[in-house]
Antibody, heavy 119, light 108 residues
Framework: EVQLVQSGAEVKKPGESLKISCKPS????????IGWVRQMPGKGLEWMGI????????RYSSSFQGQVTISADRSIGTAYLQWNSLKASDTAMYYC????????????WGQGTLVTVSS | SFELTQPPSVSVSPGQTARITCSGD??????AHWYQQKPGQAPVLVIF???ERPSGIPERFSGSSSGTTVTLTISGVQAEDEADYYC???????????FGGGTKLTVL
């Protein structure tokens, strides 16, 4: 059974750094792209970027380029989403999802990580 | 860029048919996919490649495509189908993925 398990909720202050994780199981980690999706409170889904864990090839949405860093550690089968300096506007639920690249859909999703940034 | 447009809301009575549309200029060239999201839960894929249904998704969910519009159809709507529905598409050459704004389905 394919599962993506994300790290727990975080409460941070503006300017702090943060790295959240996504650990898939039930398939070969290096064979599928992983994507990250943001959902701000009461709003829709926004694609942030994707990574191919086998070689860490990474692509970003223009809206998020330079704002976050997506990475993966193939040795422990985990993908990450990272901020160097959080803003209040980063408050959102963040989902990781497995991407079926050739057909461009996300077939399995993590449970989400709620990030709250508040002074 | 590539945009997908959905109606903000659709309402139907139980047992009726709900149709949710998604429009985008690139849809004749790219597949569309649909996700269901219930409150407090992660999205779930309900239709992929315009009209294919993942295993475990009820047969009452179907998808179709015509020109620049794709449609998610839910036949015999049940109360449990009340949720937000998002269309999504992607361009693997330009490496760009996009979601529609979402449609709230209300079962009256």
């Amino acid at each position: 059974e394919v599962q993506l398990v994300q790290s727990g909720a975080e409460v941070k202050k503006p300017g702090e750094s943060l790295k959240i994780s996504c650990k898939p199981s039930g398939y070969r980690f290096t064979n599928y792209w992983i994507g990250w999706v943001r959902q701000m409170p009461g709003k829709g889904l926004e694609w942030m970027g994707i990574i191919y864990p086998d070689d860490s090839d990474t692509r970003y949405s223009s809206s998020f380029q330079g704002q976050v860093t997506i990475s993966a550690d193939r040795s422990i089968g985990t993908a990450y989403l990272q901020w160097n300096s959080l803003k209040a506007s980063d408050t959102a639920m963040y989902y990781c999802a497995r991407l079926s690249y050739a057909d461009s859909f996300f077939d399995y999703w993590g449970q989400g990580t709620l990030v709250t940034v508040s002074s | 860029s590539f945009e997908l447009t959905q109606p903000p809301s659709v309402s139907v009575s139980p047992g009726q048919t709900a149709r949710i549309t998604c429009s985008g200029d690139e849809l004749p060239k790219q597949y569309a996919h649909w996700y269901q999201q219930k409150p407090g839960q992660a999205p779930v894929l309900v239709i992929f490649k315009d009209s294919e249904r993942p295993s475990g998704i009820p047969e009452r969910f179907s998808g179709s495509s015509s020109g620049t519009t794709v449609t998610l159809t839910i036949s015999g709507v049940q109360a449990e189908d009340e949720a937000d529905y998002y269309c999504q598409s992607g361009d693997t050459i330009r490496t760009y993925w996009v979601f529609g704004g979402g449609t709230k389905l209300t079962v009256l």
